[in-house]
C-alpha cells in the first residue's frame, strides 16, 4: 500500500519531535514559539489539522505545517508529503514537470495556482424557484443516473441571470479543487457556444470532483464535465480534464492523491490523444495507467450506458510499464 498523506506526516512527526501520542492527538513542543517547554503543538489526526497552545497564529494544516517549517514552497510541500522517490529529488521532480510536453496548451504557471475566481454575478442555486423549469428539466436530465444524493453532494448548480453578461441564461457549474475555485458556464439550449470558461487558463488547474473522487482506488480521467457525472453516477470515480490535455498542476494534483490507477477515457473521437495521454502519464506517475477507446466516434462518456461502459471498463487496456521512460 502507498503511504497515504496522512500516514506520511504523522510518521514525519514521529521522526523529527518527541512526541505524545493520545487518541487521536499528537503533541509535541511547539518549533514555531521557539522554546522547548512543553507539548504546546497539538495535531488531531481526525481533522488533519494542528495548532499551537500558546499562539493562534501557529495553525496549520499538514501541507501548511510542512511550508512554515521546512521553509518549502506549496508543491515542494507536497511532494514531500507524498514522498516516494521524489523526497531527494524535489529539483529533479520540478524540473521533470517542466518539461513535460503533450500539456495543455495555454495554462497558468505553477507558482499562480492559488486562486479563487467567482462565480458569474447573479448567479443564484439552480433550484431557485425563479429558474425556468425547462433549465431544472434540462440539469436533471443530463444527471438522470446519479441518485439524487449524489447529485447534491457532487455537483453544486447555479444559474445566471444578469442580463449584462454574456453568462445570462446559463447554468454555472462551481468548481472547486483544493482550496482553488472556479466556474464552468454551460449552455443548455443546443445552439450556441457550449461552454465559457473563465478568461485566463484556471480550469487547466482544476480536476473536476476532485474532492469526491480522489479517495477512490481507480481514477478516471475525461473531457467534459458531464462525462464524468455519468461515470460517477455509475459507481466510478472520474475527474474531468476540461480538455484533451493534462496540465502540469493537474498532473501534480493527481501524483498527489496517489491512485492504484488512473485510466484515461476520453471521448469518442479522441483514440489518439487517449492513448499518447495515457503512455505519457504512464512515464510519470507511479501507478497502473491504462484507457479505454470508444470506438464510436459520436460517443462520448456521457453518452455510454452502465452496462456500455462496464463493458469497455473490465476490457480496458494497460499501459505496460515497459513503455515508461519518455522523458
Ligand atoms: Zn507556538
Redesign the pocket.
Known sequence: MVETIKESFIRFLRGEFDVRESGREISFS?P??GDDDGR??SFNTVKKVGH?W??SD?AFNMIGFIIAYKKLDYYEALAFLSGRKRISSLDSLRDKIRDIKLLAPKELKIEDTHFSVALPKKSVSLFDDIVPNEVKKWFLKRTDTLSPKLRKKVIDPYFCLDKNSKHLYRVIFKLECEGNTSYLSYNPIKYGKKTYNPPGNFNSSILGFYKFSKAFPVIILNEGFFDSVRLISYGYAAMPLFGKYISKTQLLLLDDVSPFEVCVCLDGDANKDTVKLAKKLNSFLDCRVSYILIDNKKKDPDKLSKLEFDILFSNRKTVSLVSSGVF
Open positions: 511547539c514555531f514559539c504546546h503543538f499551537c500558546k499562539d501557529h
